[in-house]
């Protein structure tokens, strides 16, 4: 069974950095695609970053020059680095992970960003 696991969330002031870590065990192949999520009180879960196994990577406009994702050193692992935070950044965020068409998520970790 394939289980995702995050992990790096915490409190932090505005401007401040984080870096999230996500890593799969239980699956015999390398996720095509990773992406991070996040979802704030009361609104949707939107899209972060994205991923693919060849290092193809994509981000929402709100993230574009203050997020990084990277894949992490061991396979199906994926980190989110954080900088210039910003309250609005709040959020409980998801790693996810997609292989032969199904997607695969976490927990969630929570991040909260204080002005």
């Known amino acids: 069974q394939v289980q995702v696991v995050e992990s790096g969330g915490g409190l932090v002031q505005a401007g401040g950095s984080l870096r999230l870590s996500c890593a799969a065990s239980?699956?015999?192949?390398?996720?095509?695609?990773m992406a991070w999520y996040r979802q704030a009180p009361g609104k949707q879960r939107e899209l972060v970053a994205t991923i693919t196994r060849l290092g193809s990577t994509n981000y929402a406009d709100s993230v574009k020059g203050r997020f990084t994702i990277s894949r992490g050193g061991a396979e199906n692992t994926a980190d989110l680095q954080m900088n210039n935070l910003e309250p609005g950044d709040t959020a409980v965020y998801y790693c996810s992970g997609n292989l032969l068409g199904n997607d695969y998520w976490g927990q969630g970790t929570r991040v909260t960003v204080s002005s």
């Open positions: 239980g699956n015999r192949f390398m996720f095509n695609t």
